[in-house]
């Protein structure tokens, strides 16, 4: 099978804009446009076309953005309010509202980085423990924000976002093979965590799963089983009152 693009070309090129924004999905005979749970004027919601675990989420930027550390300050704090609402569908749909959010931030020309060099959060529901296994790769994180992120992309440096237990770190994404977070999730995920170790039975190039019956059928479980949450939840986060009126 050849693998898909995933150049970064804003525009034509790029698998997460318009028009190729659902070809992958089609590619491996899945819904596209039907399959995005939720939107808003900046995000759209969905089911990662390979999911490493069930409830597996992508959180894509409407515009292309490189990451999130290209994002400005309102969009960052919409992301957030994005993230609070995938834990209160986790919550509703798997019991537990802990989450996990990671993002391999801007792929470099000199390796590293993002598996699609268009900004997406992953989101998957529980804390496997990927902070554990991406520092015993050699990768410490610090506490980040906003502001670490954003001085991290701005300095033409890749980086790697954790969010879990409630804590974000970010960690040095220069020179890491392509989709080392995903490696490290499916690791965590598998309990596999010596280092260069493959996790046991599994694979997370997305590229390699997203086809196959097993993971078509998580795509679609995750998606029904999310669909059910979000109807029975409140809508979308809401724009606060004041976010139009100050600009
Ligand atoms: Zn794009
Ligand atoms: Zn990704």
Redesign the pocket.
Known sequence: MTEPSVQAEPGSECVLCPPLRFRINAMAGLPGEPSVLERDRDFLLMPDVAPLTDGHL?LVTREHRQCAGDFDERLWDRALHWRDRVARLYRHAYGTGELLLF??GPALPQGGG???DHA?W?FVPGTPGVRGVVERQGLPGSPAGYAAVRARFRAGRSYLLIEERGTATVHSGDGVRG?F??WAVAAALNGATAPGTAPAGGTWRWQETFGLPESRRRFLRTLRTLRRASAALDGPPRRDHHDDSHQ
């Open positions: 992508l993002e391999h993002a598996c699609i997406h992953h989709q977070l995903r």
